[in-house]
């Protein structure tokens, strides 16, 4: 059973930081890509950062010079660190894996974690 567990959400004042990390199941995680997604209420859910397997990063523009992807394959975790956090950076953050196994596509989530970012 693959799992991914996040922590690391709360809340913080505009200006603040926090880091996100994913555990994941050591099964997947160094083939995977891992990507941190937010859904704020009423939107849709949306790729904030992505990092592949070999390391490659993707950043959505909105916190591009802000947030950075990153992994550590010898603890099986990705991490999202966050700096200069505004309040339309409030959302649900949801860590996920996606990739290829044994010829078979897989998608896995976790169960979201809450940034809280007001004053």
């Known amino acids: 059973q693959v799992q991914l567990v996040e922590s690391g959400g709360g809340l913080v004042q505009p200006g603040g930081s926090l880091r996100l990390s994913c555990a994941a199941s050591?099964?997947?995680?160094?083939?995977?890509?891992m990507g941190w997604y937010r859904q704020a209420p009423g939107k849709q859910r949306d790729l904030v950062a992505l990092?592949?397997?070999?390391?490659?990063?993707n950043y959505a523009d909105s916190v591009k010079g802000r947030f950075t992807i990153s992994r550590d394959n010898a603890k099986n975790t990705v991490y999202l660190q966050m700096n200069s956090l505004k309040p339309e950076d409030t959302a649900v953050y949801y860590c996920?894996?996606?990739?290829?196994?044994?010829?078979?596509?897989?998608?896995?989530w976790g169960q979201g974690t809450q940034v809280t970012v007001s004053s």
């Open positions: 996920n894996a996606n990739g290829w196994k044994y010829a078979l596509r897989y998608d896995y």
């Open positions: 050591a099964s997947i995680f160094s083939i995977s890509a």
């Open positions: 990092i592949t397997s070999g390391g490659s990063t």
